[in-house]
């Protein structure tokens, strides 16, 4: 069964950290992006980072560059999330989440872009809540 | 990286259809062919109804559809059911990012 289960959620105070993990199984990690998405309570989904197959690559959501840190472990198939000087807008349930995209090479080899289809394997989520 | 637009709101009733709009710029919805539309019940992790804009997952209904003109995407939901009840949103894949719409919630009278 293909799935994602992620943990590391809590309760911290304002401006400490908190790393998350997500634990994928059933299907090949290493062959796929990963991202992580989260929505605070009572709001809609906001994606806040996602990182290339080898971790060549990552991107983040521009309220979290400079604070949180997404990485993986493909011999351990998982992904990491770790969240630096967090603020109480970073209370959240968080899903890690997978995304099944295919390269496009271009004529020198390397990827002129990608396509993309959804994130189609999501977690059950781990609630981050910032408070003191 | 601002959020995709999307009514908060939608009802219908049973057997009824109702759309789902989801406007962006020309740099995300508008530029590429990738939106996709998600499905949330409460409490539960978001499910993947449509990618590229018009194709559905295997095992999701058909009666989930999409398309797309210019800078708006929408998701068409027929002969409503009970169990449509739930928040929608829609996506848009960029190089470097991915937009989320505000969310829409669907209500089945």
């Known amino acids: 069964e293909v799935q994602l289960v992620e943990s590391g959620g809590g309760l911290v105070q304002p401006g400490g950290s908190l790393r998350l993990s997500c634990a994928a199984s059933g299907f090949t990690f290493s062959s796929y992006w990963m991202s992580w998405v989260r929505q605070a309570p009572g709001k809609g989904l906001e994606w806040v980072a996602n990182?290339?197959?080898?971790?060549?690559?990552?991107y983040y959501v521009d309220s979290v560059k400079g604070r949180f840190t997404i990485s993986r472990d493909n011999a351990k198939n998982s992904l990491y999330l770790q969240m630096n000087s967090l603020r109480a807008e970073d209370t959240a349930v968080y899903y890690c989440?997978?995304?099944?995209?295919?390269?496009?090479?271009?004529?020198?080899?390397?990827?002129?872009?990608?396509?993309?289809?959804?994130?189609?394997?999501w977690g059950q989520g781990t609630t981050v809540t910032v408070s003191s | 990286q601002s959020a995709l637009t999307q009514p908060a709101s939608v009802s219908g009733s049973p057997g009824q259809s109702i759309t789902i709009s989801c406007t962006g710029t020309s740099s995300d919805v508008g530029g590429y062919n990738y939106v996709s539309w998600y499905q949330q019940h409460p409490g539960k992790a978001p499910k993947l109804m449509i990618y590229?804009?018009?194709n559905r997952p295997s095992g999701v209904s058909n009666r989930f559809s999409g398309s797309k003109s210019g800078n708006t995407a929408s998701l068409t939901i027929s002969g409503l059911q009970a169990e449509d009840e739930a928040d929608y949103y829609c996506s848009s894949y960029t190089s470097s990012s991915t937009l989320f719409g505000g969310g829409t919630k669907l209500t089945v009278l």
């Open positions: 990182i290339k197959q080898d971790g060549s690559e990552k």
């Open positions: 590229e804009v018009s």
């Open positions: 989440a997978r995304e099944d995209r295919i390269a496009v090479a271009d004529h020198m080899g390397g990827v002129a872009g990608y396509y993309y289809y959804g994130m189609d394997v």
